[in-house]
Protein backbone atom coordinates (compact mmCIF):
# COMPACT_ATOMS: atom_id res chain seq x y z
CA UNK A 1 0.00 0.00 0.00
CA UNK A 2 1.48 3.54 -0.91
CA UNK A 3 1.41 6.24 0.99
CA UNK A 4 -0.32 9.43 -0.82
CA UNK A 5 2.50 11.11 -1.20
CA UNK A 6 3.86 8.22 -2.43
CA UNK A 7 1.48 7.58 -5.28
CA UNK A 8 1.32 11.56 -5.91
CA UNK A 9 5.15 11.27 -6.99
CA UNK A 10 4.61 7.99 -8.63
CA UNK A 11 2.01 9.70 -11.27
CA UNK A 12 4.10 12.57 -11.30
CA UNK A 13 7.08 10.68 -12.57
CA UNK A 14 4.81 8.59 -14.85
CA UNK A 15 3.79 11.77 -16.49
CA UNK A 16 6.83 13.82 -17.24
CA UNK A 17 8.58 10.10 -18.75
CA UNK A 18 5.09 9.59 -21.09
CA UNK A 19 6.11 12.98 -22.65
CA UNK A 20 9.89 13.04 -22.64
CA UNK A 21 11.02 9.57 -21.69
CA UNK A 22 13.24 11.40 -19.21
CA UNK A 23 12.59 11.02 -15.34
CA UNK A 24 11.83 14.65 -13.71
CA UNK A 25 14.66 16.34 -11.40
CA UNK A 26 15.18 15.84 -7.88
CA UNK A 27 14.08 19.92 -8.06
CA UNK A 28 11.18 19.47 -10.29
CA UNK A 29 9.89 16.96 -7.98
CA UNK A 30 10.23 18.41 -5.16
CA UNK A 31 8.08 21.60 -6.48
CA UNK A 32 5.87 19.14 -8.07
CA UNK A 33 4.34 17.93 -4.47
CA UNK A 34 4.96 20.99 -2.87
CA UNK A 35 7.47 19.89 -0.59
CA UNK A 36 10.40 22.15 0.71
CA UNK A 37 13.59 20.22 0.76
CA UNK A 38 14.59 17.42 -1.92
CA UNK A 39 15.44 14.91 1.07
CA UNK A 40 11.37 14.31 1.17
CA UNK A 41 11.95 12.85 -2.06
CA UNK A 42 14.71 11.23 -1.39
CA UNK A 43 12.71 9.05 1.49
CA UNK A 44 9.52 8.98 -1.01
CA UNK A 45 11.48 7.57 -3.85
CA UNK A 46 13.75 5.14 -1.24
CA UNK A 47 10.10 3.56 -0.37
CA UNK A 48 8.75 3.05 -3.97
CA UNK A 49 11.79 1.58 -4.61
CA UNK A 50 11.70 -0.45 -1.28
CA UNK A 51 8.04 -1.56 -2.65
CA UNK A 52 9.21 -2.53 -6.16
CA UNK A 53 7.69 0.21 -8.17
CA UNK A 54 10.68 2.14 -8.98
CA UNK A 55 14.26 1.39 -9.60
CA UNK A 56 17.45 3.62 -9.67
CA UNK A 57 19.93 2.92 -12.46
CA UNK A 58 23.40 2.72 -11.02
CA UNK A 59 26.21 4.97 -13.16
CA UNK A 60 23.91 7.36 -14.48
CA UNK A 61 22.11 10.61 -12.81
CA UNK A 62 18.67 11.50 -13.11
CA UNK A 63 18.12 7.59 -14.28
CA UNK A 64 14.80 6.31 -12.70
CA UNK A 65 12.90 3.20 -14.10
CA UNK A 66 9.38 2.44 -13.40
CA UNK A 67 9.09 -1.18 -12.89
CA UNK A 68 5.10 -1.66 -11.94
CA UNK A 69 2.57 0.89 -11.63
CA UNK A 70 -0.83 0.46 -8.83
CA UNK A 71 -4.06 -0.53 -10.61
CA UNK A 72 -5.46 1.95 -12.70
CA UNK A 73 -2.79 3.54 -14.01
CA UNK A 74 -0.88 3.48 -17.71
CA UNK A 75 2.98 3.00 -18.47
CA UNK A 76 5.16 5.64 -19.67
CA UNK A 77 4.53 6.12 -23.51
CA UNK A 78 0.68 4.24 -23.58
CA UNK A 79 -1.68 5.29 -25.48
CA UNK A 80 -4.16 5.93 -22.42
CA UNK A 81 -4.49 9.44 -21.21
CA UNK A 82 -3.30 10.20 -17.34
CA UNK A 83 -5.42 9.38 -14.26
CA UNK A 84 -7.74 12.34 -13.94
CA UNK A 85 -6.74 12.06 -10.42
CA UNK A 86 -3.29 12.95 -10.26
CA UNK A 87 -1.75 15.42 -7.96
CA UNK A 88 0.06 17.17 -10.97
CA UNK A 89 -3.16 17.93 -12.77
CA UNK A 90 -5.08 19.27 -9.44
CA UNK A 91 -8.58 17.76 -10.72
CA UNK A 92 -9.73 16.98 -7.52
CA UNK A 93 -9.07 18.96 -3.94
CA UNK A 94 -10.64 18.71 -0.52
CA UNK A 95 -13.43 20.83 0.61
CA UNK A 96 -12.77 22.01 3.98
CA UNK A 97 -15.70 23.90 4.53
CA UNK A 98 -17.27 27.41 5.27
CA UNK A 99 -14.81 30.57 5.47
CA UNK A 100 -16.14 34.27 6.20
CA UNK A 101 -15.70 36.80 3.54
CA UNK A 102 -17.45 39.14 6.59
CA UNK A 103 -16.38 39.04 10.05
CA UNK A 104 -14.47 35.88 10.84
CA UNK A 105 -15.65 32.67 11.79
CA UNK A 106 -13.68 30.06 13.54
CA UNK A 107 -10.74 28.33 11.80
CA UNK A 108 -11.90 25.33 9.62
CA UNK A 109 -9.55 22.51 10.77
CA UNK A 110 -11.56 19.33 9.98
CA UNK A 111 -11.68 18.07 6.12
CA UNK A 112 -14.62 17.56 4.82
CA UNK A 113 -15.70 16.35 0.66
CA UNK A 114 -13.68 16.90 -2.40
CA UNK A 115 -14.59 18.85 -5.27
CA UNK A 116 -13.36 18.23 -8.55
CA UNK A 117 -11.81 21.15 -10.79
CA UNK A 118 -12.35 21.39 -14.32
CA UNK A 119 -8.88 20.85 -16.55
CA UNK A 120 -6.54 23.60 -16.66
CA UNK A 121 -8.21 25.70 -14.36
CA UNK A 122 -5.09 25.16 -11.65
CA UNK A 123 -1.72 25.92 -12.62
CA UNK A 124 1.98 24.92 -11.17
CA UNK A 125 2.86 22.92 -8.15
CA UNK A 126 1.63 23.18 -4.52
CA UNK A 127 -1.55 21.84 -2.37
CA UNK A 128 -4.47 22.96 -2.70
CA UNK A 129 -7.88 22.98 -0.97
CA UNK A 130 -11.44 24.49 -1.21
CA UNK A 131 -13.77 26.80 1.01
CA UNK A 132 -17.02 27.72 0.87
CA UNK A 133 -17.51 31.63 1.10
CA UNK A 134 -19.56 33.03 3.80
CA UNK A 135 -20.43 36.59 3.44
CA UNK A 136 -20.04 40.08 1.28
CA UNK A 137 -16.68 41.40 2.12
CA UNK A 138 -14.85 40.57 -0.84
CA UNK A 139 -17.84 41.48 -3.31
CA UNK A 140 -15.79 43.95 -5.45
CA UNK A 141 -12.95 41.59 -6.07
CA UNK A 142 -15.61 39.27 -7.54
CA UNK A 143 -15.79 37.07 -4.66
CA UNK A 144 -19.73 36.57 -4.01
CA UNK A 145 -21.88 35.04 -0.93
CA UNK A 146 -21.77 31.10 -1.67
CA UNK A 147 -18.77 31.19 -4.07
CA UNK A 148 -16.49 28.16 -3.76
CA UNK A 149 -12.70 29.41 -3.64
CA UNK A 150 -9.71 27.28 -4.66
CA UNK A 151 -6.73 28.19 -2.22
CA UNK A 152 -3.11 27.20 -2.42
CA UNK A 153 -1.22 26.88 0.54
CA UNK A 154 1.38 28.62 1.58
CA UNK A 155 2.47 30.28 4.65
CA UNK A 156 3.84 34.15 3.06
CA UNK A 157 2.33 36.31 0.47
CA UNK A 158 2.71 39.93 -1.29
CA UNK A 159 0.87 42.56 -0.59
CA UNK A 160 -2.69 42.80 -2.40
CA UNK A 161 -2.61 38.83 -2.33
CA UNK A 162 -6.04 37.49 -1.17
CA UNK A 163 -5.79 34.99 1.24
CA UNK A 164 -6.63 33.33 3.82
CA UNK A 165 -5.61 34.43 7.40
CA UNK A 166 -5.80 32.74 10.95
CA UNK A 167 -6.17 34.99 13.73
CA UNK A 168 -4.72 34.46 17.05
CA UNK A 169 -4.52 30.55 15.93
CA UNK A 170 -8.57 30.06 16.20
CA UNK A 171 -10.27 31.86 13.69
CA UNK A 172 -10.20 32.04 9.76
CA UNK A 173 -10.96 35.00 6.95
CA UNK A 174 -10.68 35.55 3.56
CA UNK A 175 -8.79 38.93 3.13
CA UNK A 176 -6.24 41.23 0.61
CA UNK A 177 -3.02 41.44 2.90
CA UNK A 178 -1.44 44.67 3.51
CA UNK A 179 1.19 45.79 5.41
CA UNK A 180 2.02 49.32 6.77
CA UNK A 181 3.94 50.72 9.34
CA UNK A 182 4.85 47.13 11.16
CA UNK A 183 1.24 45.63 10.97
CA UNK A 184 -0.77 43.46 9.18
CA UNK A 185 -3.39 44.53 7.73
CA UNK A 186 -6.51 41.94 6.77
CA UNK A 187 -8.05 44.78 4.59
CA UNK A 188 -12.22 43.51 3.05
CA UNK A 189 -12.96 44.35 -0.32
CA UNK A 190 -16.78 46.37 0.06
CA UNK A 191 -16.51 49.59 1.86
CA UNK A 192 -19.16 48.19 4.47
CA UNK A 193 -16.60 46.50 6.34
CA UNK A 194 -13.77 48.27 8.25
CA UNK A 195 -10.20 46.86 7.92
CA UNK A 196 -8.54 44.99 10.94
CA UNK A 197 -5.17 46.15 11.72
CA UNK A 198 -3.34 43.43 13.73
CA UNK A 199 0.44 42.47 15.32
CA UNK A 200 2.21 40.63 13.12
CA UNK A 201 2.20 37.46 15.30
CA UNK A 202 -1.65 37.53 15.84
CA UNK A 203 -1.50 35.96 11.66
CA UNK A 204 -0.83 33.58 10.06
CA UNK A 205 -1.24 32.96 6.30
CA UNK A 206 -2.85 29.85 5.46
CA UNK A 207 -2.81 29.76 2.08
CA UNK A 208 -3.90 32.31 -0.92
CA UNK A 209 -5.96 32.50 -3.54
CA UNK A 210 -5.43 30.49 -6.74
CA UNK A 211 -9.63 30.37 -8.33
CA UNK A 212 -12.98 30.01 -7.64
CA UNK A 213 -16.47 28.29 -9.05
CA UNK A 214 -19.97 30.00 -8.70
CA UNK A 215 -22.79 27.90 -9.66
CA UNK A 216 -26.06 29.69 -10.87
CA UNK A 217 -29.27 28.88 -9.57
Do not use: W
Not at 42 to 70: F, Q, V
Not at 150 to 170: F, Q, R, S
Amino acid sequence: MLTKKQRDLLFFIQEHMSDSDIPPSFEEMKDALGLKSKSGIHRLISGLEERGYIERLPHRARALEIKRLPEGMVKPNASAPPPANSAHNFNEVPLYGKIAAGTPIEAIVHPGNSIHLPPGMISGSGEHYALTIDGDSMINAGIHDGDTVIIKKCDTAENGAIIVALVDGEEATLKTLRRAGGKIVLEPENEDYEPRVLEPERVAIQGRLAGLMRSYH
